[in-house]
């Protein structure tokens, strides 16, 4: 099973990328985690430039996205709510709305801020963004307060938090079984 874990921040030492990268060095046997890296190449949303041949890094996200069997976010906070360029990208990633690589796709939202409140609002709104664009999100949260306590110098060292981050992966692999199984059953 293959999972594109997807950061929403750009920084060199972003807490939310550590926790992807800690993600995936755990997956449970049979789960792949691969750390998509092309965020800052996606340029902005026109839909004058939406057209048969998309911006190589556009194509390169939906491609990725597709042979994905699900999709794992990690979202900072900025000014309560998506960083515009994880927004940005999933503008495009939602175009052709009926045959976007997002539809029915399982997903998981994470996050992590250096506030108390651990990206609480921007994880709701990625939530509510990706349902819109069809994908299947779970409801399981993760907001992980006081990162730069948490994940120093990019290693996510907190036991209790590298459980839940295992929870997280658990859950989306249950929802790809499911999701398999009611394709087969169809
Ligand atoms: C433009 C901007 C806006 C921010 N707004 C919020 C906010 O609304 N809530 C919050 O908890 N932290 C906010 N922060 C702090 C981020 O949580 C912090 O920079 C975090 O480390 C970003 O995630 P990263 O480490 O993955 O890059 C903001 C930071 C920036 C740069």
Known sequence: MKVLAISGSLRRDSHNTALLRAAARRTP???????WDGLKAVPPYDEDDDIEQAPAAVA?????????DAVLFATPE???????????????VSRPHATNPLRNKPVAVVGASTGIFGAVWAQAELRKVLGAIGARVLDRELAVGQAAGRIAGGVVGDEELLAQLDDVAA?????????RELVAAA
């Open 78 to 92: 900025y000014n309560h709510s998506v960083p515009g360029a994880l927004k940005n990208a999933l503008d495009w």
């Open 29 to 35: 046997a049979g789960v792949e985690l691969e750390l």
């Open 171 to 179: 859950e989306l692999a249950a929802a790809v079984e499911t999701r």
């Open 60 to 68: 390169a996200l939906r491609s990725a996205i597709a042979g994905a």
